[in-house]
């Protein structure tokens, strides 16, 4: 069983930064990680996902060159740093760990889910 916890959200002014952080506890920490989000209304979308050695990483188009996937192994923590924020990225952002071969950018990739962190972005 693994366990994780997002924390980091809150509410910000656009084209400010946020650094979300997702702790996993439980099993060994030898597992994808990736951050979905889900906006009111909407459906639960992929934002990004990092191989478990961190050396693979993938984004949504969306998101690319403004958020970063990241992990400390040491510490069974994965972060996304949010840069230069906009209120389409308001949603609750999810964090999930996936034992698959390869790191999914499907839901029905991962295993495992956290409870959420609010993220809004104020114009």
């Known amino acids: 069983q693994v366990q994780l916890v997002e924390s980091g959200g809150g509410l910000v002014q656009a084209e400010t930064s946020l650094r979300l952080s997702c702790a996993a506890s439980g099993r060994t920490f030898r597992y994808n990680m990736g951050w979905f989000r889900q906006a009111p209304g909407k459906e639960r979308e992929f934002v990004a996902t990092?191989?478990?050695?961190?050396?693979?990483?993938y984004y949504a188009d969306s998101v690319k060159g403004r958020f970063t996937i990241s992990r400390d192994n040491t510490k069974n923590t994965v972060y996304m740093q949010m840069n230069s924020l906009k209120p389409k990225d308001t949603a609750v952002y999810y964090c999930?760990?996936?034992?698959?071969?390869?790191?999914?950018?499907?839901?029905?990739?991962?295993?495992?889910w956290g409870q959420g962190t609010q993220v809004t972005v104020s114009s």
């Open positions: 999930a760990a996936s034992f698959g071969v390869v790191a999914g950018t499907q839901i029905k990739d991962y295993n495992y």
């Open positions: 990092s191989s478990w050695s961190g050396g693979a990483t």
